[in-house]
Each structure stands twice: as C-alpha cells, then as structure tokens.
C-alpha cells in the first residue's frame, strides 16, 4: 500500500506500513565524479520513493576478497543473500516516520564501511522500531573509497579544496534534512547525527567543524569516537595526492579527464592490482584536512567540539577494543556525554565475542534479520536501548519520560522493555552503562578484559 506526502519539492510517494510510513531511495543531491555534491530542491512530478536507490560503486561490490576472513565475516553477518545495485547516483536517503507524524524528533544516519564500503539497504537497518516511537530515522548514503575521497591538483584548482566527496555529500544531507524533513513531519530544530565506524568517525569530524554549527542539536557516535591514533588522523589533501597520481601512473590514465568519463567498472578493474600492492589504501582512502570542513589538525580541532549533547558506545571486541574504550570515555568525560560498554558476546561462536559493529542489530531492531539465534534477552536488551536512543533524540537525556514516544507502544511484542525500573543512564565518562548477560547498570568497564580481546581476538573471522 502507497502513501503521498506533498512538499515543497513535489508530491512524495512511498510506502504504508503498519504505524509508520517509510520513503525509500530519495535523491539528496546530484554529483557529477570527482565533483561536489549540489543539493535537489525540486523533483519532476511525483517522485517514487518505494524502493532503495543503488549504493555508491565499491570494491566490495566487484571484489569480495573473501579469502580475507574479516571480509568474509562481515558478509555473512550483514550482507549474505541480498542484491545489490550499485551507480553514481548514490546520494539518496531513506526515511521512516510514524504514520500521523508532527513535530518528531529526527535522527540522521551515516553507515560505516571503512570510508571504503556502505550502502543504506543492508539487512541491518530499518527504521521501524523509531518510528514507531515517535522518532523519524533518516539513512543517507554518500560516497566511499576513490569515489569518495580522491584528492588531485585538478579538483583544487576548480574549486580551491579537494578530497572528502564523501564527508561533503553528508554534510549536503545534514542541509537537506534540515531544509525538509518538515515536510514528512519532523522538527528540524531537533536533529540528532548518528553513524556506526567510518559513520561515526565522519560524525565526529563533523562535530568539530564550524560549517555545521546549528545544524544538529546532538551526535551519537557507535564505535568510533574521541581522538584516533596520530598515524591515522587526517592529513593535509595535499599529502595523499602522490597515492592518487601514482594509481594512475601504475592503471594507464593518462589524464584526470580520462579517469573522470572512464566506466566505473573499468575505474575498479585497474584499481584493484594497485590496492593490492600498497599496504597504505586505508590511510589514503578516508578524509583529509581539506581547509573548508576540516580546517585544522583533528588533535586540535577535537579540543573544542560543537557544544552537544552526545552519546558513544563500544564492545568488548571492539576495533582495538582497549584504545575505543580509553578514548570515548576520555571524549564522555571531557563533553559531558553519555556512554555505554557493550559486553554481550554474539550468540554462537564466542571466539569473536561483542565484535566490532555486532551491537547494530540490537541498536536497529534487526535481530531476526541475520543468520544468528537471539534470544528473548537480547530482544529486551535491544528493545531498552533503541528507547535510550530515541529519548536521547527527543530530549537530549536518555533517561528522560518527558517525550509523546514515551508513551507510545513502540514496538511489535517480541520486542518488550525489561520489568521493573529502567537502570539510569550517568555522564560524565566515568562510568558507561554496561549492557552485559548477568546485568544492564553503570560500571566501569573490565580493562583486563578488553585489552586481552585487543592482543587475542582482534578483528573478527570466520572458518
């Protein structure tokens, strides 16, 4: 069953659910390769926004590198068994909101992928478990790997910056949101930045940059937030430029022009010997200091954040586990954010234990969309945290009743809230709220413990 809803862009066609709306596959902005996104503002008649749109082109969608065991996990995990289409004309959003939607309050959603990888339509995410709280989730797409962050002479000398496509076209769907989302019932002075990994490091840099002040009200960063490692900060545009020319010299391309009008699937095919012959891609595939949203060293630039409100979570088998607790508590600490510690080892093999991105389908509502067996638990664990989220979006305190979701079922039954009081949720960073087999409290999280995952376990894999 359809559903229209009228905008200022043009009627809006999507899709009816039972007590949400959802609007697939909305075209954000237009970009031609290598150039910077620019804004839609107006559709041609009624716009059909029943199904995903395709993904950004990706090495992953040409080159599964399944003898990579991380590779292959996060594919069985996420990925196995869907279809995937991939073009340049990625920049779409989805959105799912409650059905007789006003005023609600917003969350907007980078995936994670490495700055490499991504798409807005993998089993994982649905809004359905926010919206029907009363919460509008937007996923948005933006583009990832060469796509997405190539740096060259070229691109600056047309618009004076270059490198960060990816991290621009978010920043172009932060305006969007804000320009639009009152047309499908949400309040733009109540917006709320969320990303997973790469989608969290994206939201954090985008919390430190002075081009998005009053654009958002609060950041929720899921595994990956606070100051990185020096060696893998961003680094000056300039300075990748050499990774990029020598892609080129080592393809053929014997011009930026030619690389610009060649077929992306010709662009992968030569891409991939290269990649596999450098030991550098990931630190010259992600974003750069650019001088326009990033305009200083990260390690600088993080002293003085936009004043939010902010949530951050980790695992146990976090990515270098014992480096992401230290460094979100230390950002919790220094903002006076909330923080939780995930220490629920996936179900089955616990040799992975609380895996990197394993707390997403509990943070989606997604359980029963994977291959794993949870149980009612986990539903309850997840049913209790998409309720912390959703009324950290509303009210900017995860604890807080004073939100019309709080009222509202939220949820189909399998999905029900633990009996009895809801544990309170502390600032502050001294403490996280531990999400764990025997207990949902404020502890401190088991050092010991994460760094002996950091040195024995590390990045999950698969037989």
């Not at 606070?226 to 000056?236: A, D, E, H, N, V």
């Not at 409290?441 to 894999?461: C, E, I, Q, S, V």
Request: hydrophobic fraction near 35%; include cysteine.
């Amino acid at each position: 069953m359809n559903t229209i809803v009228q905008t200022k862009m043009g009627p809006v066609k999507g899709n009816a659910r039972e007590g949400y709306n959802e609007f697939l596959g909305i075209r954000f902005a237009t970009a031609q390769r290598f150039e910077y996104a620019v804004p839609v503002e107006s559709f041609d008649g009624e716009y059909d926004a029943t199904a995903f749109g395709p993904a950004c082109p990706q090495t992953r969608g040409f080159y599964p590198h399944f003898e990579h065991p991380t590779r292959r996990f996060y594919y069985h995990e996420f990925r196995e068994g869907q279809i995937f289409t991939f073009g340049e004309d990625c920049l779409r959003l989805n959105i799912y909101a409650p059905a007789e939607a006003k005023n609600c309050p917003v969350i907007l959603f980078f995936y994670g992928g490495g700055f490499n990888a991504g798409s807005t339509d993998e089993s994982t995410f649905d809004g359905a478990i926010y919206a029907r709280q009363g919460v509008i989730l937007v996923t948005a797409a933006y583009r990832v790997g060469i796509l997405g962050y190539l740096t060259h002479e070229e691109v600056f000398k047309k618009y004076g910056r270059d490198g960060n496509f990816g991290l621009d076209d978010q920043f172009t769907a932060i305006k969007w949101v804000k320009a639009h989302i009152a047309d499908f019932g949400g309040n733009p002075d109540n917006i709320t930045l969320a990303g997973q990994s790469a989608g969290a490091i994206s939201v954090q840099y985008l919390c430190l940059s002075e081009k998005c002040r009053g654009l958002f009200g609060r950041a929720i960063m899921f595994s990956g937030a606070g100051l990185f490692p020096k060696f893998s900060l961003p680094r000056p545009a300039a300075e990748r430029r050499p990774y990029w020319t020598g892609f080129m010299e080592s393809a053929g391309i014997k011009s930026f022009e030619e690389l610009k009008t060649m077929d992306f699937k010709e662009i992968f095919a030569r891409l991939e010997p290269y990649l596999a012959s450098r030991k550098d891609n990931v630190f010259n595939t992600m974003p750069v200091l650019d001088n326009y949203l990033l305009t200083a060293p990260i390690d600088e630039m993080i002293k003085k954040p936009l004043p939010l409100d902010y949530m951050i979570g980790y695992s146990n088998n976090d990515m270098y586990a014992i480096i992401m607790s230290h460094i979100g508590h230390r950002f919790a600490k220094d903002n006076n954010g909330f923080i939780y510690y995930f220490d629920i080892d996936a179900p089955g093999d616990k040799r992975n234990a609380a895996y990197h991105a394993c707390d997403l389908r509990y943070i989606f509502g997604t359980l029963d969309c994977g291959t794993r067996k949870y149980g009612a638990y986990d539903h309850e664990v997840s049913a209790l945290l998409t309720r912390y989220i959703s009324a950290f979006a509303a009210t900017g305190d995860p604890n807080s009743n004073e939100w019309p979701g709080a009222k509202l079922p939220g949820t189909s039954p399998e999905y029900t809230l633990p009996s009895g009081p809801l544990p309170v949720w502390e600032r502050g960073g001294k403490k996280a709220l531990r999400f764990a087999p025997d207990m949902i409290g404020m502890a401190h999280p088991n050092k010991l413990k994460l760094l002996w995952n950091t040195l024995t376990k590390g990045d999950p894999k698969m037989d």
